[in-house]
């Protein structure tokens, strides 16, 4: 069963903060972030292991609390760059095989 | 050091033709998996196969849809008696073998074939 990704589409100026949810409504090994670009591949940006831990992508950060099953990406100071669609994937049995959500579509604008 | 490859990156194929799509991991991976993505939607799971064996097929529609990793050569998705719903861009992506250190959780997609079914 597919994560659910909230907002659907935000649009932010540069520099400008936000805030990707991604919830589960099953209990989860891990959760993966990726960024896709029209057109391209789905480039890696973390994972984040259960035990309720945060990283960090350059400006772009995440949470994951195991117990809500949720995970929180958060785009600190907006760049140009961070355009494009970010998909959460679960991973609930911890052997590779990923869930992902529908996506959510970032547009950062001058 | 070349990344996932995928071809061909774009297939017209008309209904009642067979779409197969190939899919070469990146180098020491042996684990691939297959997802599809209609247009403005999601990634959807497919299937998940190492070589000679197919792990997880739990997401390949019942029929006329295959998955092969052979012992040698690429990886191949296989669509028989295509249809105008078939029509989307399929991801493949690979990783080392999971229960090893070198598995870090990253899955690492190619650029995708698109299919359009006319």
């Known amino acids: 069963q597919q994560p659910v990704q909230s907002p659907q589409a935000v649009i932010l100026r540069e520099g400008e903060d936000a805030v990707i949810n991604c919830s589960s409504s099953k209990a989860l090994y891990s959760v993966h972030w990726y960024r896709q670009k029209h057109g391209e591949a789905p480039v890696f940006l973390m994972i984040l292991l259960k035990g309720g831990e945060q990283k960090g992508h350059e400006k772009i950060s995440a949470s994951f609390n195991e117990k809500k099953q949720q995970s929180s990406l958060y785009l600190t100071a907006s760049q140009l760059s961070y355009s494009g669609t970010y998909f959460c994937?679960?991973?609930?049995?911890?052997?590779?095989?990923?869930?992902f959500g529908a996506g959510t579509q970032v547009v950062v604008t001058p | 050091n070349a990344g996932v490859m995928q071809n061909p990156r774009h297939l017209v194929r008309r209904r009642g033709q067979e779409a197969r799509l190939r899919c070469s991991p990146m180098k020491g991976h042996s684990h691939v998996y297959w997802y599809r993505q209609l247009p403005e939607e999601g990634l959807k799971f497919m299937v998940y196969?190492?070589?000679?064996?197919?792990?997880?097929e739990s997401g390949m529609p019942k029929e006329r849809f295959s998955a092969e990793f052979p012992k040698e050569g690429p990886s191949i998705l296989r669509i028989q008696q295509v249809v105008r719903g078939d029509s989307a861009a399929y991801f493949c992506?690979?990783?080392?073998?999971?229960?090893?250190?070198?598995?870090?959780?990253?899955?690492?997609f190619g650029e995708g074939s698109r299919l359009t079914v006319l």
């Open positions: 196969l190492q070589k000679e064996n197919i792990i997880d």
């Open positions: 994937g679960t991973e609930p049995l911890g052997w590779g095989k990923l869930q």
């Open positions: 992506a690979s990783s080392p073998p999971v229960l090893t250190g070198a598995h870090t959780g990253e899955l690492f």
